[in-house]
Structure formats: structure tokens, C-alpha cells
């Protein structure tokens, strides 16, 4: 069971009413969960810039017509293996493909294969999404 602890914070009087009211708009109940996300958050950041082990989702798309890239994308996904935990490939109309691909791995590594598939020539949009394997955030 989660041991709770209460503490005092000071704000700004105007900064706080900003927070409930953006809190408000995502639908928190109360303030508590609101901070605890946004220390996760925060601590999550920081699995990315130290290189820890996290997770994250890549999200591509590209002209299925273009062939060397197609091929490309599958080299870089073999040069990967070990850190692509899967890939769902969805055929958007008769030109596009968008792919979903669920990452693993050392952060410096998943930042160089998001490089690749970014780079190459005929991604139309290439996003990524850092998440976190969820073993060193309660
Ligand atoms: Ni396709």
C-alpha cells in the first residue's frame, strides 16, 4: 500500500488559479493527482536525459509507393530489433502507410533510431513519443 504524505506549498495567489483552472479543463477532481502527474512527468524527463532504460511510441507516415524508402525503414527496423517491441502497420488510403512502433530500450538509443526513420528521404511525419517503463516511477 502507497504510504501518502501531506505538505505545504506556496504560490503565487494568480499562478494557483491558473493551475486549478487548467486542471478543471482535464477534468481533475483535485489538486493532489494534478502535482503527483506533473512530478512523474518531470521524473520521466529526466529517465530520458540520463540515459535510462524507457519506453516510447514512434509514429510514421509515409507513400507506401516509394520503395526504397519502404525498404529502408525495414533495415532500420531489423538494425533495431532489439529495442522494437512491435509495429502495426495501417494501410491509410491507396498512397499513404502510417506505422505505430512501440519502443524499448536505453534512451540514447531509441533518440538515434527515431533519428534514422526521420531522416529519411519520403517520411511525410514523424513523431515520438518518450514514455517510461514505468519500473522507477510510482
Ligand atoms: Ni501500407
Redesign the pocket.
Known amino acids: 500500500m502507497v504510504e501518502l504524505t501531506r505538505f505545504g506549498i506556496s504560490l503565487d495567489k494568480s499562478l494557483l488559479r491558473q493551475f486549478d483552472e487548467h486542471i478543471k479543463k482535464k477534468h481533475y477532481t483535485n489538486r493532489s493527482k494534478a502535482l503527483a502527474d506533473l512530478i512523474r512527468k518531470d521524473l520521466i524527463k529526466n529517465e530520458w536525459q540520463e540515459n535510462k532504460t524507457v519506453c516510447g511510441v514512434i509514429t510514421l507516415v509515409y507513400n507506401?509507393h516509394k520503395r526504397e524508402l519502404v525498404n529502408r525503414l525495414m533495415d532500420i527496423q531489423h538494425d533495431y530489433h532489439d529495442n522494437i517491441l512491435s509495429t502495426q502497420?495501417?494501410?491509410l488510403d491507396e498512397d499513404n502507410?502510417l506505422e505505430i512502433i512501440a519502443i524499448k530500450g536505453k534512451a540514447k538509443n531509441i533518440k538515434e533510431l527515431f533519428g534514422r526513420f526521420e531522416s529519411s528521404k519520403g517520411v511525410k511525419y514523424a513523431v515520438f513519443t518518450e514514455a517510461t517503463t514505468g519500473k522507477e516511477v510510482v
Open positions: 507506401h502497420h495501417l494501410h502507410c
